[in-house]
T-cell receptor, first 111, second 112 residues
Framework: SQQGEEDPQALSIQEGENATMNCSYKTSINNLQWYRQNSGRGLVHLILIRSNEREKHSGRLRVTLDTSKKSSSLLITASRAADTASYFCATMNSGYSTLTFGKGTMLLVSP | NAGVTQTPKFRVLKTGQSMTLLCAQDMNHEYMYWYRQDPGMGLRLIHYSVGEGTTAKGEVPDGYNVSRLKKQNFLLGLESAAPSQTSVYFC???????????FGPGTRLTVL
């Protein structure tokens, strides 16, 4: 069953705006990861945040993790048309080597 | 480095036919995974392997078999294809020291 659930399912913004996507999960995790998928392509890893971390940055990406609420958010600042893609959160449970993916958020960034 | 490659890219099967999807990685990764992606469903894990000669079931293993005879290759087999197996199949790999997964470009399979 899906562990992570992204919200919203779809997001449409203008270039230059910030995009925020949320992910909720159900069970305790070891880490949470975000991936991007361009149409018709494989997934690309963006960022990983461990259960003992609260915030992490990578370029224009900012990820937060609230283990008490079992939720995470991905913020993309100053969005570009090239950011148009689907974004998935994936959780790894403690003691396991597998990921459970959510259904994704489709982001459309218009020029 | 090619990373993770998948063969074939596209395939059309008739119900009852069999086929094998090949995944190869050149990063010396210990772990390999097979997922299927259906519209609105995200990715679901079919089978995975934590090392040469070992395999384990994922979330949706029924109707599929796998083999990992060589560290760099992970094969996914469909013995008797069904229309419900129409999907896009992705292979991924990761090292035991990093939880980041590297994905192949996918195989689009249609079962008529």
């Amino acid at each position: 069953s899906q562990q992570g659930e992204e919200d919203p399912q779809a997001l449409s913004i203008q270039e230059g705006e910030n995009a925020t996507m949320n992910c909720s999960y159900k069970t305790s995790i070891n880490n949470l990861q975000w991936y991007r998928q361009n149409s018709g392509r494989g997934l690309v890893h963006l960022i990983l945040i461990r259960s003992n971390e609260r915030e992490k940055h990578s370029g224009r990406l900012r990820v937060t993790l609230d283990t008490s609420k079992k939720s995470s958010s991905l913020l993309i600042t100053a969005s570009r048309a090239a950011d148009t893609a689907s974004y998935f959160c994936a959780t790894m449970n403690s003691g396991y080597s597998t990921l459970t993916f959510g259904k994704g958020t489709m982001l459309l960034v218009s020029p | 480095n090619a990373g993770v490659t998948q063969t074939p890219k596209f395939r059309v099967l008739k119900t009852g036919q069999s086929m094998t999807l090949l995944c190869a990685q050149d990063m010396n990764h210990e772990y390999m995974y097979w997922y299927r992606q259906d519209p609105g469903m995200g990715l679901r894990l079919i089978h995975y392997s934590v090392g040469e000669g070992t395999t384990a079931k994922g979330e949706v293993p029924d109707g599929y078999n796998v083999s990992r005879l060589k560290k760099q290759n992970f094969l996914l087999g469909l013995e008797s294809a069904a229309p419900s197996q129409t999907s896009v199949y992705f292979c991924a790999s990761s090292s035991h020291s990093s939880n980041e997964q590297f994905f192949g470009p996918g195989t689009r399979l249609t079962v008529l």
